[in-house]
């Protein structure tokens, strides 16, 4: 899940945990979850420190929160905060599946992943396996849904990250 965010691409900047951190020790906000997010930064960041203590509906108020805040994306209006970047979309969407694979709810689940390879994540080797999207994968419907966003064919020979060659040179990585 961890990897999910750091793979976004859009962390310019980021100290994953440690920002959050500082922010809330700024403003003398203890640890004991009275920080409330301002940011889907923030929000994703919150999400991942409750998700790895298991609370996962908690950790899922997090990242459904992040949908709802403005974002580190592009500001179309002076009057509107920021969008959401892709990055920020797919991390919030990829753990929200999570969450929800580990609450029991594959449909919900499928729906948030389907919703991350829109907003255009694609590790799909690392959907195929992470532990925590485990309860999905024994649904027929989790490959399936896959296949529609993995490039096929001649599409996935000319994807870099989808070939071989790709794959044997940067295995170490």
């Given at each position: 899940m961890i990897q999910a965010m750091q793979e976004m691409g859009?962390?310019?900047?980021?100290?994953?945990r440690n920002d959050l951190r500082s922010l809330m020790e700024d403003e003398?906000?203890?640890s004991s979850g009275s920080f409330e997010p301002t940011t889907a930064k923030e929000a994703i960041e919150r999400g991942l420190d409750v998700y790895e203590t298991k609370d996962?509906?908690?950790?899922l108020a997090a990242f459904e929160q992040a949908l709802n805040l403005p974002g580190t994306g592009v500001k179309r209006d002076k009057k509107k905060p920021a969008e959401l970047s892709n990055g920020e979309k797919y991390s919030a969407l990829y753990n929200i599946a999570c969450c929800q694979a580990q609450l029991g709810e594959h449909r919900s689940g499928m729906m948030a992943l389907a919703g991350c390879m829109e907003a255009?994540?694609?590790?799909?080797d690392n959907l195929r396996k992470d532990p925590d999207l485990e309860p999905l994968r024994?649904?027929?419907e989790f490959e399936g849904l896959i296949r529609k966003?993995?490039?096929?064919g001649l599409a996935k020979?000319?994807?870099p990250k989808q070939s071989a060659l790709y794959r044997f040179f940067n295995r170490n990585k």
């Open positions: 859009d962390t310019k900047g980021w100290d994953t003398g906000v203890a996962y509906a908690g950790a255009g994540y694609e590790d799909y024994q649904y027929p966003f993995e490039p096929q020979q000319f994807d």
